[in-house]
């Protein structure tokens, strides 16, 4: 089992949404990332001004460049955001005034600076019009997901059948408390047979009751388990930043802005995610490989 993980924003101190994230703590964070057994990853960066977002981008592309290590860990890069729902409790800790209606000029301009990297991108349906940078994107070879985001059932289906083929951390990106029926997770589960389903399965944002009535609605074949890491993964509890954002970890290693009930990334690892499939969800080792090692790569055309 090699597992990969698609949605990474940092390790071991290393916060890969650093616009000054220098060569030895992404070096360091790649070593911690493969003494914890993961094969691949997609560094993710959240939420920022477009022309931020590129100069991170070209960054890593650079220090990528020059690090065997870093090439054999990263395979790419993951971009959530800034094309998602700035509404409180969708946009979760990205920062909504950096947050925009999507377009193509701000998309190629992303694409470019990652050099052909980009495998990943997290949008809002709602937000992009007529599912044309959705489109886009996917014709670029770049997998594109819905998160942090409320589209009408309407433009969800546009957005499936303009490429969209993923959902980005299930059960997140979305108010503590929803209506009972016609909500985003209802509208995501109602289209499970064309969706891939990612989920962070650290027992905080997403029980594992619940985790296991998903899976046994989506199936292991179309799901996914991701870390969401931050850069707090494996520092232990207290305030740690990530994209010049506070979160406060608590005992349990649970991440939050400090005083939100919303939860900001995780620090949750690939041993801890096996670990948990294993002993909460009683997930054979078969399952668990599709979950971390098959099915994103999969997902990803890997």
């Not at 993951?78 to 005034?97: R, W």
């Not at 010049?244 to 900001?264: F, M, Y």
Request: with cysteine; charged share 25%; hydrophobic share 40%.
């Amino acid at each position: 089992m090699k597992p990969f993980d698609l949605q990474v924003n940092g390790y071991a101190g290393a916060d890969f949404c650093s616009s000054n994230l220098t060569s030895e703590k992404f070096h360091a964070a790649c070593q911690a990332l493969a003494d914890d057994g993961v094969d691949g990853i997609l560094a993710t960066l959240i939420t920022d001004d477009v022309e931020s977002l590129a100069a991170k981008l070209a960054n890593m592309v650079r220090l990528r460049e020059q690090d065997e290590l870093i090439r054999k860990v990263i395979a790419g890069f993951h971009v959530e955001g800034p094309f998602l729902n700035a509404s409180a409790g969708f946009i979760g800790a990205h920062e909504p005034q950096h947050v925009r209606e999507a377009n193509l000029e701000d998309a190629k301009r992303l694409l470019e600076a990652g050099t052909g990297l980009v495998k990943l991108f997290t949008l809002a349906p709602e937000q992009d019009r007529e599912a044309v940078v959705t489109k886009y994107l996917v014709e670029q070879g770049v997998t594109v997901s819905a998160g942090h985001c409320d589209p009408s059932i309407d433009q969800l289906k546009t957005a499936v059948d303009s490429g969209l083929s993923m959902v980005t951390h299930f059960g997140n990106g979305c108010p503590v408390e929803l209506p009972r029926h016609d909500n985003v997770l209802q509208r995501f589960l109602s289209l499970r047979d064309q969706l891939w389903f990612c989920f962070i399965p650290d027992g905080a944002h997403v029980e594992f009751f619940a985790l296991k009535n998903y899976l046994d609605l989506v199936g292991i074949d179309r799901s996914i388990m991701t870390t969401d890491a931050i850069s707090a993964a494996r520092l232990g509890s207290g305030l740690h930043e990530i994209s010049g954002i506070t979160v406060e970890v608590d005992d349990e290693g649970v991440a939050r802005r400090p005083g939100s009930p919303n939860l900001a990334g995780s620090t949750i690892t690939m041993p801890g995610i096996r670990r948990n499939l294993s002993e909460n969800l009683a997930l054979s080792e078969e399952e668990v490989t599709a979950l971390i090692d098959l099915n994103p790569r999969k997902a990803l055309s890997l």
